[in-house]
């Protein structure tokens, strides 16, 4: 069982940075890889940016590359979300994940979620 806990989300204006955290306090920490998802109102869950277990394997959804950096710190047993330019549609519900490899995360372990709103 793997306990993940997000925080960090907030209201931001557009144009503006977050930096929502989520730890993961336990021995296995560093063999998991991680992620980050987000849910908007009426819409699915959608993939954001993952990081493999030891940091070389890093991938991003289209729409955020180049705004957005993932990255851990295993020592912390702590996974960042760097979020600069936000826009409007960003907004959502962000949540953290983990399991064993990149490709299968969403059948993993998910956390509660943090809020993310950029207003206009």
């Known amino acids: 069982q793997v306990q993940l806990l997000e925080f960090g989300g907030g209201l931001v204006q557009a144009g503006g940075s977050l930096r929502p955290s989520c730890a993961a306090p336990?021995?296995?920490?560093?063999?998991?890889?991680l992620g980050w998802f987000r849910q908007a109102p009426g819409k699915d869950r959608e993939f954001v940016a993952a990081i493999s277990w030891g940091g070389a394997g890093i991938n991003y959804a289209d729409s955020v590359e180049g705004r957005f950096t993932i990255s851990r710190d295993n020592a912390k047993k702590t996974v960042y979300l760097q979020m600069n330019s936000l826009k409007p549609e960003d907004t959502a519900v962000y949540y953290c994940?983990?399991?064993?490899?990149?490709?299968?995360?969403?059948?993993?372990?998910w956390g509660q979620g943090t809020q993310v709103t950029v207003s206009s």
């Open positions: 994940a983990a399991n064993a490899m990149l490709a299968t995360l969403r059948h993993g372990y």
């Open positions: 336990g021995r296995t920490f560093s063999q998991y890889a």
